[in-house]
């Protein structure tokens, strides 16, 4: 099934995943990863009414085509969704995401700081897979470093 962002318009963080976890029903990041989110947050002190959580895809699938999805236009209402919210600031979970992501041109997707709209920019931290933060120390360190400089500024 389709799983439905959650969170309030203009929050102080949207977190941005690849897809719904496998379990999810009718609440986006149920289960394991979605602990593991919060935990995040909390560690972080973003409360839960303070975050907006969505997924690029609307619904978990097996093994994504990454390229199709860009070429569906998925960037697109990523864009458009990230606009219509208005966060503060952006955390990307997922090595698939940043190429959905509109950024400079002579900036390489994976090196993407800021979301490029409209309005300007929003700080955005790409903060690699949920499951290599799970399993190794060292990206959970690096990610924890690197949120310490992105908030510091």
Same mark, same amino acid.
């Given at each position: 099934? &389709?799983?439905?962002?959650? =969170? /309030?318009?203009? %929050?102080? $963080? ?10 999810? *029903? ?15 947050? &909390?560690?972080?002190?973003? =409360? /839960?009414?303070? %975050?907006? $959580? ?10 994504? *085509? ?9 960037a697109k209402l990523l864009a458009h969704h990230i606009d219509m919210v208005g966060p ?35 700080d955005l931290l790409p903060a690699g897979d949920f499951a290599t933060l799970l399993q ?18």
């Amino acid at each position: 099934p &389709r799983v439905a962002p959650r =969170g /309030a318009a203009g %929050a102080e $963080l949207m977190v941005v995943v690849e897809q719904p976890e496998e379990s999810d *029903d009718d609440r986006l990041l149920s289960g394991p990863k979605g602990a593991f989110l919060d935990a995040i947050l &909390r560690a972080m002190a973003v =409360g /839960a009414d303070a %975050a907006y $959580l969505a997924a690029l895809l609307p619904r978990h699938t097996l093994h994504p *085509d990454w390229e199709e999805i860009g070429r569906a236009g998925y960037a697109k209402l990523l864009a458009h969704h990230i606009d219509m919210v208005g966060p503060k600031r952006i955390i990307c979970f997922g090595r698939n995401i940043l190429s959905h992501i509109p950024h400079e041109p002579a900036q390489q997707a994976d090196n993407t700081r800021i979301f490029n709209h409209d309005e300007g920019g929003i700080d955005l931290l790409p903060a690699g897979d949920f499951a290599t933060l799970l399993q190794r120390k060292a990206a959970r360190t690096r990610f924890w470093r690197n949120w310490l400089a992105w908030t510091d500024r």
